[in-house]
């Protein structure tokens, strides 16, 4: 069992940025990805980006690339996501995932939803106003 707290959420004006964060209890073993999706009101859960916890590895979606960025903080076993340039389709609940017995070749599962995580945290809420 993976407990999953995510943080950082907020209400940014358009072109601001955030930093979500993702700790995860107890560490994650050798072979779990992360990730983060997110949920629109109306609209279907969407992968936005992944990283192999051992690897480093990252695959990230095509609407979020060269705004949005994983790092990994092994030793506090956190992920952050950094969220730069946000934009009002950015407003979304976003949510922190974790899959144990997957790799960097598994990411695009992951990401796709096609493996379904099985941890997810409770959401953090990011509203982006124009």
Not at 65 to 74: A, I
Not at 79 to 98: F, P, R, V, W
Not at 103 to 114: T, V
Request: negative net charge; aromatic residues 10%; charged residues 20%.
């Amino acid at each position: 069992q993976v407990h999953l707290v995510e943080s950082g959420g907020g209400s940014v004006q358009a072109g601001g940025s955030l930093r979500l964060s993702c700790e995860a209890s107890p560490y994650p073993n050798r072979r779990t990805c992360m990730g983060w999706f997110r949920q629109a009101p109306g609209k279907e859960r969407e992968g936005v980006a992944s990283i192999d916890f051992t690897g480093g590895g990252t695959l990230y979606a095509d609407s979020v690339k060269g705004r949005f960025t994983l790092s990994l903080d092994s030793a506090k076993a956190t992920l952050y996501l950094q969220i730069n340039s946000l934009k009002s389709e950015d407003t979304a609940m976003y949510y922190c995932a974790a899959e144990n017995i997957c790799s960097e070749r598994d990411l695009p599962s992951f990401l796709s939803g096609a493996l379904n995580p099985d941890y997810w945290g409770q959401g953090t809420q990011v509203t982006v106003s124009s």
